[in-house]
């Protein structure tokens, strides 16, 4: 087992009130744009810890449009995960945030008290191994058999910032997949509800009345029997590309839940979260991180080179 931290790490976080936010008070900002637990900001309150234009501040205190409010933030949480050892293939890394390129065939994510060894288990060892004391918080999720980056917020405020990013649309998450069939629009969009199967309820279905989901793909290279498409999602639904793609009549090849095609091809689904742009949390600056295509989609690839080349 890691060593338990000694020093929790900390942190000075700030917030540029808008004009929206004008008329509200130091506590507001704190509580609704930061983040921050009322039980932290009491901690706060306690250790002369939050800031109103570089002073010390009341949490009671109003504030106006252009006020800069800082708060020293520190995670002090178990998280919530027996830490597991695994290698890690860390893209980004800082005080905030932890971007991971994950492999196929591992869950983001325990959905289930059997799964013990999932990329959280081994992000909850990464942090361990850090000194910090943080529930392990990832900011979205791809599925098992999905390859590509998933990006983990390393506090409490930082999962909120990305929280809201993600449901406003501005962390942008773009894909990879290769798919049945060759595509003659150069790009396309797939606007359709999801629901559950009403077949089998572990899985999706373009159905009325689903939840609204929107899927833009533009093509990157066609084949003779399958096109590589660079695909970007406006919603998050689950299972949306492998869905969304099924109902377009071009499955993502080596999905053997939705429509089983190109099983000889590819050993998973051939689907790869290659792109993450995003606001940073803290800094307001903008991040962009990419992952290239993994080995055995890149295979899969040049088999389909190959077939075209000899047809």
Same mark, same amino acid.
Do not use: K, S, W
């Given at each position: 087992m890691p060593e338990q931290p000694r020093n929790q790490p900390q942190h000075w976080v700030k917030h540029t009130v808008s004009a929206d936010e004008a008329g509200g008070t130091v506590q507001d900002i704190l509580t609704k744009s930061m983040g921050v637990s009322r039980r932290m900001i009491q901690r706060l309150t306690r250790t002369k810890g939050v800031q109103l234009n570089r002073r010390p501040a009341w949490v009671n205190a109003k504030v106006r449009e252009g006020d800069v409010v800082t708060a020293r933030l520190a995670d002090d949480e178990e998280s919530g995960l027996v830490p597991v050892q695994m290698p890690l293939d860390v893209v980004l890394e800082d005080a905030e945030l932890l971007v991971l390129n994950k492999p196929p065939h591992l869950l983001v994510h325990p959905t289930s008290p059997e799964h013990r060894e999932t990329l959280s288990h081994g992000v909850a060892w990464h942090l361990a191994r850090q000194g910090v004391r943080a529930k392990v918080r990832p900011a979205h999720r791809i599925d098992r058999d999905t390859s590509g980056l998933v990006l983990f917020a390393k506090s409490a405020h930082a999962h909120h910032r990305l929280d809201l990013q993600l449901r406003e649309g501005g962390l942008k998450r773009e894909y990879l997949a290769l798919v049945d069939g060759v595509i003659g629009d150069d790009r396309g969009v797939i606007d359709q509800p999801i629901a559950r199967d009403p077949r089998n309820p572990a899985l999706r279905a373009v159905r009325p009345g689903g939840e609204h989901a929107v899927t833009r793909y533009t093509v990157v290279e066609r084949f003779p029997a399958a096109t590589l498409l660079r !695909? *970007?999602? *406006? +919603? #998050?639904? +689950?299972?949306? @590309?492998? !869905?969304?793609?099924l109902y377009a009549g071009h499955a993502v090849l080596g999905d053997r839940q939705y429509g089983r095609k190109g099983l000889a091809l590819m050993p998973r689904q051939a689907l790869h979260a290659s792109r993450l742009a995003f606001t940073h949390p803290s800094t307001g600056e903008p991040v962009e991180v !990419? $992952? *290239?295509?993994?080995?055995? @989609?890149? #295979?899969? @690839? *040049?088999?389909?080179? #190959?077939? $075209? $080349?000899? #047809?």
């Open positions: !695909v *970007e999602l *406006e +919603t #998050g639904r +689950t299972h949306q @590309i492998r !869905v969304h793609m !990419v $992952a *290239e295509l993994p080995e055995d @989609i890149r #295979g899969a @690839i *040049e088999r389909l080179n #190959g077939e $075209a $080349a000899r #047809g």
